[in-house]
């Protein structure tokens, strides 16, 4: 997306590291002069103030389900949306104290669900044919809830830079990214850091240097929105660059907030020179850091330490899931030392919101909002002949998954050179959500949205027969090896070396077995297209998504491949534009089983 000359001068104007005065963002709660005159009988020698953390809310404001068209519910219990998360805060502030309590966000904030999607493509927050747009429901959210600071996250990318400026601009906290860069200057294209004061009545503030990094994961995933105009270096390269910075200038504690994991893995293997989950290596190998708010992997980790290999001090690190499931807390306790404040001790843990309600201001300001969402995705576009369920698509070829490959053929097809038109051309997809399900009947937004639950757009690349198959056998490592005459149960099956469901690429337009009885990497068998055996120096289109053809999961060939079809549209309006152009889906017109799972050739299902 081509950024405008105002929005230029914007973005270069952001870019420009600037005086610590300005990084210092100021103080917390509210420093009124009343205060300041009152005089404490003690200079007090000790303090202690909290920071509390949310990752990977993916615009989850209420406790709904709007694939489901319902309240959020799951096996576990958990409660969604940070209208829930907001009384949580509220509960912290009043018990420690207003001027005791700071609160960051790790990312992921603008994408994941109908509303974000809405707020950026149906009513976005840009504006439209020269109108104003309205203000992001998680901007207004989280300026109610008076956050400090967030780093960005890399699903802030999937709407294009002109979606995430406008977003930052309606925030009244900073967007933190010291490894976002500008492409050509090399300089911040957001702020890197923020410093916030705790007050401390008779004593010195204490400063604390909160640093923003984000994923380097960006530049592949979201290639056609940054390619050439941002990079994306490694975390630990920019925190060793800013940390002692951020010392420089006084912090007695230094903060970081990661859109990145803790285990030190890469979903993208080689394709990119940094590391993906990259937080414990930050936290190992660059000094002077106290704690880390975690996020990216949506997991749920309390408390973790990590010791700096340099200086030997315990770093501490906390992860509190995703979509508001969890709030991190984590709580320092501080003495003052000649003049300068040194951590004693510092704790984290999570806390659930499930037991509270939802904050009454939030549920004010954006339930508007939400009944509009509510309202677009039970729009009909169409009806269904049979329901189409996605429960078995991580091992059987079902017609729901069907639906998306022919949606991606007719798509691709319709846009190739008429030399690439006579090449085979097949699609390759992933079983995003097991509980996907288009009912017999009237076809809604929400139906197909809860299918294809992500923002991808579509490519055609070409493979050839030999990297077609070596495609397969990566995907094939989602499955545990099961040896002929053991029973095989679909409950421990998959995800085989935390390979998730949304990295497994099914194939439609050939025909093939996955031996699941052999080791990984032997076991595609019979490869075939059209009856044929598939050739390795055979030319294939593939239908593919950008988040796959630019390399994400770490997928052979295809990030490398050349490009024989591109497209700006996103693929579940593709989609819904499909059922609405036939006004009926009927599984008859693309259902076709094409691939199973064998043990030694022999079918298991």
Same mark, same amino acid.
């Given at each position: 997306m081509p950024v405008s000359p105002m929005n230029r001068r914007e973005f270069m104007q952001k870019s420009a590291v600037t005086s610590a005065a300005v990084a210092v963002a100021g103080a917390v709660g509210s420093g009124t002069a009343e205060a300041a005159d009152q005089e404490p009988e003690k200079t007090p020698r000790t303090w202690s103030f909290s920071v509390?953390? %949310? %990752?990977?809310?993916?615009?989850?404001?209420?406790?709904?389900?709007?694939?489901k068209d319902a309240a959020y519910s799951d096996k576990a219990g958990n409660s969604v949306g940070v209208a829930r998360v907001a009384t949580l805060i509220k509960q912290q502030r009043e018990a420690k104290g207003e001027d005791r309590v700071l609160l960051v966000d790790a990312g992921d904030i603008i994408q994941g669900t109908s509303l974000a999607y809405y707020f950026a493509r149906v009513d976005p927050i840009t504006g439209t044919d020269g109108t104003k747009g309205p203000?992001?429901?998680m901007a207004v959210a989280m300026n109610h809830m008076r956050y400090d600071a967030a780093a960005l996250g890399n699903h802030e990318f999937n709407y294009g830079i002109d979606v995430l400026r406008k977003f930052e601009s309606q925030c009244h906290f900073p967007l933190l990214g010291a490894n976002a860069l500008d492409a050509k200057t090399l300089r911040p294209a957001f702020r890197p850091y923020t410093v916030k004061c705790v007050r401390v009545p008779g004593a010195p503030d204490i400063k604390v240097g909160i640093l923003g990094l984000t994923n380097p994961g960006i530049a592949l995933w979201d290639k056609d929105n940054v390619s050439g105009k941002m990079v994306f270096p490694g975390l630990v390269e920019q925190a060793k660059k800013y940390v002692p910075r951020l010392r420089a200038l006084g912090c007695d504690v230094v903060f970081l907030t990661d859109h990145s994991g803790l285990d030190g893995s890469s979903s993208y293997g080689d394709e990119l020179p940094y590391v993906e989950n990259a937080s414990n290596l930050v936290a190992e190998q660059v000094p002077g850091i106290d704690a880390i708010l975690v996020g990216h992997t949506h997991v749920e980790v309390p408390s973790y330490t990590v010791k700096n290999e340099e200086t030997g001090e315990e770093v501490l690190l906390s992860e509190p899931y995703c979509w508001g499931y969890r709030l991190s807390v984590f709580d320092f306790e501080l003495e003052l030392h000649h003049g300068r404040w040194k951590v004693t001790s510092k704790t984290a843990r999570t806390l659930n919101p499930n037991t509270v309600d939802e904050d009454p201001e939030i549920k004010r300001l954006l339930e508007a909002d939400h009944e509009l969402v509510v309202k677009y995705v039970n729009t009909p576009v169409g009806t269904c002949t049979a329901d189409l369920l996605a429960a078995e698509s991580c091992w059987k070829?079902?017609?729901i998954?069907?639906?998306i490959h022919q949606v991606q053929m007719a798509t691709v097809a319709s846009g190739l050179s008429s030399a690439d038109a006579a090449l085979p051309l097949i699609s390759v997809a992933a079983p995003f959500s097991r509980t996907a399900d288009i009912p017999a009947g009237n076809v809604t937004i929400k139906d197909i949205a809860g299918l294809y639950i992500y923002d991808n757009t579509l490519y055609g690349k070409k493979l050839t027969g030999a990297q077609l198959k070596d495609y397969l056998e990566y995907a094939a490592k989602y499955y545990h090896q099961v040896p002929s005459g053991t029973k095989v149960d679909t409950a421990t099956l998959t995800n085989a070396d935390n390979f998730w469901d949304y990295m497994y690429d %099914?194939?439609?337009?050939?025909?093939?077995?996955i031996d699941i009885a052999q080791p990984e990497g032997s076991r595609i068998k019979n490869l075939s297209y059209r009856?044929?055996?598939?050739?390795?120096?055979?030319?294939?289109?593939?239908?593919?998504n950008n988040y796959r053809a630019n390399g994400g999961s770490g997928y052979?060939?295809?990030?490398?491949?050349?490009i024989a079809y591109s497209s700006t549209n996103e693929i579940r309006q593709l989609m819904i534009d499909y059922v609405t152009s036939k006004g009926t889906l009927d599984p008859a017109d693309f259902a076709v089983t094409n691939w199973r799972l064998t043990q030694d050739g022999t079918p298991v299902f």
């Open positions: 509390l953390g %949310t %990752t990977d809310l993916h615009s989850h404001v209420f406790d709904w389900d709007y694939y203000k992001h429901p070829d079902v017609p998954m069907d639906f %099914t194939a439609a337009g050939v025909d093939y077995e009856g044929a055996p598939v050739a390795d120096d055979q030319v294939f289109v593939v239908a593919v052979p060939h295809i990030a490398s491949a050349g």
